[in-house]
C-alpha cells in the first residue's frame, strides 16, 4: 500500500510539472474565459524561456527589437510574411503557406515547437500571425497576455543580443482550415440574413465614413462596430470574459450568431477573431480576409451614418 501511495505521489508530481511546462491556464482564472489554450502569461513564459520547444517570435520593428526583446526572441517582420498582393490585386491578403513556412524555416522553427507571438501594441499583430498559423495547422500557436508593454513594465529579463538561429526544414503538412476565412460573397449573403452579422473592428470614425481608406468609406449595410481596442486594458491585457461579453452582446454580437470580423487589411480583424473564438468561446467566427480594402475599393453595397 504504502509503495502504491508513493508511486501515485510522484506520478502527480510528474503531472503537475508538465501541466506547468505547457499552460499557464491558472494566471487566468479569475476572467472567466472559455478557453486559455493559446494564451500565456508573463510570469508563465519567465518561467519557461529556457525550454527549446518554446520558440518566442518578436514582431516588432527592427529597432525596437534591438533596443532590447525577450530573451531567446527571434524578430519577423509581420506583414512581410502574413501579408501579401494576392492574384487580384488585393493587399494585405494571407499569403500562401510556403510563403510563411519558408521563414518560418529560416528562423528554426519546427513542427511541435510551442509559438509564442509578442508585439508592443496589445497583440495587433501577434494575433495575425497566430491566425495564419491556425489556417494552415501549426499545432500550438500562443499570444502573449500584455505583450511587450505588460513585459517590460514588470521589470522581466530583456537582451539586446543578436540570438543564435538553426534553420530547419519547416513545412506545413496539413491541409488549410478555410472555415476561418470569409470571402465577399459569404459576407454579402450575411446582410440580409439575421443569423450571421459582421462585425467591423474599425474605428468609428472609419465606420461612419469620415475616415476614408479606400475608394469609398463607410460600412457594410447591417454590420456593427467594435473597435478592436475595447477588447484590452491600458496595460493591453484581455479584459475578462465578463466585460468582454458585454461589449459584443451590446452589438447584438452573440455566440448564437455566425460572426464575421473585418477591419481595413484583417489585422484588426484578427485580434477580434482570437477574442470571440478563443476568450469568449463562439463556435462559428471568420476572419474576412479581404476587409475593407476589398470592400471599399469595389461597387458592393456600403452605408454611411
Known sequence: MKKFLVIMLFASIFLLACAGETSSAS????????????????????????????????????????AGHIPGAIRITPNDVFQWVDDNGIKGMLPSSDHIATTLASIGIEPDDTIVFYDDISNLWASRGLWALEVYGHEDTRLLDGSWVYWEANGLPISTSNEEITKSDYKFTKNPNLNLIANWEEILESVEDPSKIVCDTRSPDEYSGKDVRADRGGHIPSSENVDWGNAVSETGEFLDAEKLKSIYDSKGIKTDKAVYTLCQTAVRATHTWFVLQELLGYENVKVYDGSWIEWGNSDLPIETK
Open 27 to 66: 494566471d487566468f482564472e479569475n476572467r472567466g474565459y472559455a478557453s486559455t489554450e493559446k494564451l500565456v502569461s508573463a510570469k508563465w513564459l519567465n518561467e519557461n524561456l529556457d525550454k527549446k520547444d518554446i520558440k518566442i517570435i518578436d514582431v516588432r520593428k527592427p529597432e525596437k527589437y534591438d
